[in-house]
T-cell receptor
Framework: AQSVTQPDIHITVSEGASLELRCNYSYGATPYLFWYVQSPGQGLQLLLKYFSGDTLVQGIKGFEAEFKRSQSSFNLRKPSVHWSDAAEYFCAVGAGTGTYKYIFGTGTRLKVLA | DTGVSQDPRHKITKRGQNVTFRCDPISEHNRLYWYRQTLGQGPEFLTYFQNEAQLEKSRLLSDRFSAERPKGSFSTLEIQRTEQGDSAMYLC??????????????FGPGTRLTVL
């Protein structure tokens, strides 16, 4: 069965520091992968997606992610974190044909220190 | 295009009461999804509509839950005889079909349900 693991429940970084959020997936075929961000009281906003092609994907707000098939990973990175990046981040995998539903990880809550 | 909207944003109810939530997707999107998100968890899939047809229901969707999308536009999710375990954020998402299947889903702000 498809699954997504986000090993870090909480991460704290200082403003200006680099960031990497980990995501590992389990899926039999070529996955469709997504990163969403959720601020308090808000819905989910898409940061970036991977469907095929270049394994380094650029997204909004200066985020990027790299698909590594050999490691079943799709880690999210940002070179310099801003205080406004504090939020919860969810990795998701497209769970097969038919409904095109997503399977989400449990999320990583990011805290940014001034 | 005002995005996906959900109503109400918050609902507090007593155990045993019925509640109904509404979702208005982005107008040209024919795929509509409901997810449930509990504290500390990621969203979990509940059900999917393509136009007015409900094509999949999760095992999470017990007999007390029913969803409709009568004209292929807005959707409603009803919970009958609510239980405290139903307390969660209910998220609606919509997407437009893409050749090859997957496309990004656009999420609404959610309806937070509290069952007392």
């Amino acid at each position: 069965a498809q699954s997504v693991t986000q090993p870090d429940i909480h991460i704290t970084v200082s403003e200006g520091a680099s960031l990497e959020l980990r995501c590992n997936y389990s899926y039999g075929a070529t996955p469709y992968l997504f990163w969403y961000v959720q601020s308090p009281g808000q819905g989910l906003q898409l940061l970036l997606k991977y469907f095929s092609g270049d394994t380094l994907v650029q997204g909004i707000k200066g985020f990027e992610a790299e698909f590594k098939r050999s490691q079943s990973s799709f880690n999210l990175r940002k070179p310099s974190v801003h205080w406004s990046d504090a939020a919860e981040y969810f990795c998701a995998v497209g769970a097969g044909t038919g409904t095109y539903k997503y399977i989400f990880g449990t999320g990583t809550r990011l805290k940014v220190l001034a | 295009d005002t995005g996906v909207s959900q109503d109400p944003r918050h609902k507090i109810t007593k155990r045993g009461q019925n509640v109904t939530f509404r979702c208005d997707p982005i107008s040209e999107h024919n795929r509509l999804y409901w997810y449930r998100q509990t504290l500390g968890q990621g969203p979990e899939f509940l059900t999917y509509f393509q136009n007015e047809a409900q094509l999949e229901k999760s095992r999470l969707l017990s007999d007390r839950f029913s969803a409709e999308r009568p004209k292929g536009s807005f959707s409603t999710l009803e919970i009958q005889r609510t239980e405290q375990g139903d307390s969660a954020m209910y998220l609606c998402a919509s997407s437009f079909p893409r050749s090859g299947g997957y496309n990004e889903q656009f999420f609404g702000p959610g309806t937070r349900l509290t069952v007392l």
